[in-house]
């Protein structure tokens, strides 16, 4: 059995997510991705940068089986970024209860540490190059709000970035692939922080 999150107030495009459902019931991989898209009923929200980031540029679309390890670099590689949502993938029931992949309580952007997190763990991941999910930007999401508290956003990037660089330095073996991690973490921290 799969499992794959969707929050309350976006939705899944049928025609795209059966090629989805398809691929999972076909394959034993840990991880099968797809993309997303966003919509808006708002005219004034730029929806080009966040869409960028629905996207897994870099990957195979020919349903090439890669390691997590390989998705990380080569999506870093093609635009110095990843997708970091959870909406974007299923994972293998049993793989995450194997591997403690939990989200961690209380933490927002939660997403942002379990999805390294994960496919760090995936020995087997494929990407499926459909727009499956469509992400809805709401005014009231933590994302949005313009009454955002930015300590608490501060105080959960710090520990977002603290915690994968140990987990970067500590599963993964190659060095190219962890200068190239701790690369975009570091461009992560500047900007972020």
């Known amino acids: 059995a799969s499992v794959f999150f969707c929050d309350p107030d976006d939705s899944i495009i049928p025609e795209a997510f059966a090629?989805?459902?398809k691929t999972i019931s076909e394959t034993d991989a840990d991880v099968v991705m797809w993309d997303g898209q966003v919509t808006s009923g708002h005219e004034q929200v730029n929806t080009s940068d966040l869409e960028k980031l629905l996207v897994h540029t870099g990957l195979k679309t020919d349903g090439t089986v890669m390691s997590?390890?390989?998705?990380?670099?080569?999506q870093i590689m093609a635009h110095n970024n990843y997708s970091m949502t959870a909406w974007l993938?299923?994972?293998?029931?049993?793989?995450l209860n194997g591997n403690n992949l939990v989200f961690e309580k209380g933490l927002i952007h939660e997403d942002e540490l379990w999805t390294p997190q994960v496919l760090l763990?995936?020995?087997t991941a494929i990407y499926v190059p459909v727009k499956a999910y469509n992400y809805h930007i709401r005014n009231n999401s933590i994302t949005q709000s313009k009454s955002i508290d930015n300590n608490k956003h501060a105080n959960a990037y710090i520990h977002i970035l603290n915690?994968?660089?140990e987990y970067y330095r500590s599963s993964v073996t190659g060095k190219d692939t962890l200068d190239i991690l701790m690369a975009k973490w570091s461009f992560d921290y500047m900007v972020r922080l």
């Open 163 to 165: 915690t994968l660089a």
């Open 121 to 123: 763990s995936a020995s």
């Open 68 to 74: 997590g390890t390989q998705v990380l670099a080569d």
């Open 89 to 95: 993938m299923a994972c293998k029931r049993e793989f």
């Open 19 to 21: 090629t989805v459902i």
